[in-house]
């Protein structure tokens, strides 16, 4: 079973300022025992996973491991064979979903598709204001007017990103949403979404194939495999992170060899990293 | 190119070939009851506006093809809708659709004949048949072709059926329904023009039978002109709309 040991020791900084997360109150979602079939298939085989409300979780894993599906059942777009998956004290519907494609619809303009975010919450006038004020955390208010065929693929997705914020979430799931972009608009995108997600507090579960954007921007990763989760360690480093330092690097080594079939004398740490599987 | 540069080389052809065949039959290598000249089939259509004669003829048919649009239009449309949307509509209607749709619909003029007579409704019945295929199927491929990747992404943010629909469907689809539209347009002159000159006692297919009874052969030519005018008219109408409501679509953004 997970054992937590909150709070983590995060190295002091005074360049860095930790937001205060709740983290031994209710959880952001707790999921006990979770298995999904697909026609006999397993897919997950009993995943346990308590996230404390705020966390930053990464979850990285070899293609067909089940991340996606791990993701649309915590964002109820399915249902589990088996388990179940708590929310806190919040809904299903204060969970939203990033995907890899931004998803926008072509025949709105910017400003529209992100007042998506809040159908049946808010419309009109008031709507578009809030929209807007989104589309400039992502710095595309100069843009809200035009279409999305016109924007780059990187700020296609800063609209998604507005559009999955405007909402105000609990939590927010994101299926590999940098996976599409180059290597330094993903740099760029990862230091906003770090930013964003500090500014907000919410809980934020990053599925990623990128081992070291995983370090860099999540409190904790996890590594699944085979439908089951392998490796649960967390990143007690200081932020924000800047790929290519050695503490960075030397995590993302370690959980790469993991991830490549490496031995299991690993998952019993080394400082600064606290592994708990 | 200026843009009224670009709109006028496409005149320039037509230009050439009426002086040509201006300047041909003038020098006597067209006959006159071959092919009349350009002159004698303005002046043709001088004296029939004058008479009222052609005013009330085109007014004729392009109301009966206006009706007949309408009225095969809706009916496509509501049921390209409807099986696009609903699988149990499409079990049940669809093959008996697809499989009237291979009927040429112009084979059924006897038939009309022997229903209708020559009444307008014979000729409302063709045009409404002729027109209501494109528009189905279009409508019914257009909604089975959106992304339904964007439709997940409306349930996630919860939009209830209809908004679904006026959203995210409903605009997927209509690129597709365009195509239709302007293929219904085409399918509706066509059907008219036979049916008006097979069977009518008004209207341009009328007049253009009536001429040939009396060998008036620039009368004749003067219908086939105007036929070609009125077609030309409904699809500009018909690309006008298309760039207006899809002007997000990057195939219309200059
Ligand atoms: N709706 C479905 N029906 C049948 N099988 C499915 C369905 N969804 C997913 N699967 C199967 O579940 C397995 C895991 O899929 P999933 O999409 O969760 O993988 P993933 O970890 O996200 O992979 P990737 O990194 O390539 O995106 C795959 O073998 C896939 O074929
Ligand atoms: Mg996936």
Same mark, same amino acid.
């Given at each position: 079973m997970l054992d937590h040991t909150f709070p983590y020791p995060i190295p002091a900084s005074p360049k860095v300022r930790e937001i205060p997360r709740d983290?031994?109150?209710?959880? !952001?979602f707790e999921i006990r025992g979770l298995v999904k079939r697909f026609d006999g298939k397993t897919v997950l085989q009993g995943v346990d996973l308590v996230v404390p409300r705020g966390q930053f979780l990464a979850i990285v894993g070899k293609s067909g491991c089940g991340k996606s599906t791990l993701l649309r059942l915590l964002a109820g777009l399915d249902q589990p064979t088996e388990g179940t998956i708590r929310h806190g004290d919040a809904q299903t519907a204060d969970t939203r979903i990033m995907f890899q494609e931004p998803r926008l619809l072509p025949w709105a303009r910017v400003v529209d598709n992100v007042t998506v975010g809040l159908t049946g919450i808010a419309s009109g006038k008031p709507a578009r204001e809030r929209a807007r004020r989104r589309l400039a955390e992502v710095r595309l208010e100069d843009r809200a007017g035009e279409w999305p065929s016109v924007l780059s693929g990187g700020q296609r997705q800063r609209v998604a990103l507005a559009r999955a914020l405007v909402g105000e979430p609990r939590v927010l799931a994101l299926d590999e949403p940098l996976g599409a972009l180059d290597a330094l608009t993903r740099i760029e995108m990862q230091g906003l979404l770090e930013r964003v997600w500090r500014g907000q507090g919410f809980t934020a579960v990053l599925v990623t194939h990128d081992v070291a954007e995983a370090v860099v921007l999540a409190d904790r990763i996890v590594v699944l495999d085979e439908g089951r989760i392998a490796l649960d360690v967390d990143v007690p480093l200081p932020r924000p992170r800047r790929h290519g330092t050695p503490e960075v690097a030397r995590l993302e080594s370690r959980i790469l060899s993991r991830l490549l !079939?490496?031995? %299991?004398?690993?998952? %019993? !740490?080394?400082?600064?990293v606290v592994v708990r599987a | 190119m200026t843009a009224l540069a670009r709109n006028s080389i496409g005149w320039l052809l037509p230009l050439t070939i009426i002086l040509a065949w201006e300047a041909l039959s003038r020098a006597g290598f067209i006959a006159a009851n071959v092919l009349p000249a350009p002159s004698a089939v303005a002046a043709a259509f001088w004296k029939l506006l004058l008479s009222g004669e052609l005013l009330r003829n085109i007014w004729v048919s392009s109301w009966r093809a206006l009706a007949g649009f309408a009225i095969g239009g809706s009916i496509g449309f509501a049921l390209g809708l409807a099986n696009g949307l609903s699988r149990l509509s499409r079990d049940m209607t669809d093959t008996t659709l697809q499989m009237v749709r291979?009927?040429?619909? *112009?084979? *059924?003029i006897p038939l009309v004949i022997l229903w209708f007579g020559i009444g307008e409704e014979a000729k409302l019945f063709l045009v409404a048949l002729g027109v209501f295929f494109p528009i189905y199927v279009n409508t019914l491929l257009g909604i089975q072709g959106v992304d339904p990747q964007l439709v997940e992404m409306g349930r996630i943010y919860g939009m209830k059926p209809a908004r679904l629909f006026w959203r995210v469907i409903l605009p997927g689809a209509l690129p597709a329904i365009f195509t239709g539209l302007r293929y219904a347009l085409g399918i509706m002159w066509l059907t008219l023009i036979v049916a008006e000159t097979i069977s009518a006692s008004s209207g341009l297919g009328y007049m253009a039978m009536q001429a040939r009874e009396f060998l008036m052969i620039d009368v004749v030519v003067l219908s086939i002109l105007i036929y070609a005018l009125l077609g030309k008219l409904a699809d500009t109408f018909a690309r006008l709309l298309e760039r207006r409501t899809l002007a997000w679509h990057p195939a219309f953004q200059t």
């Open positions: 983290v031994s109150g209710p959880p !952001g !079939g490496g031995d %299991h004398a690993e998952r %019993h !740490g080394q400082a600064p | 291979n009927i040429p619909h *112009l084979a *059924l």
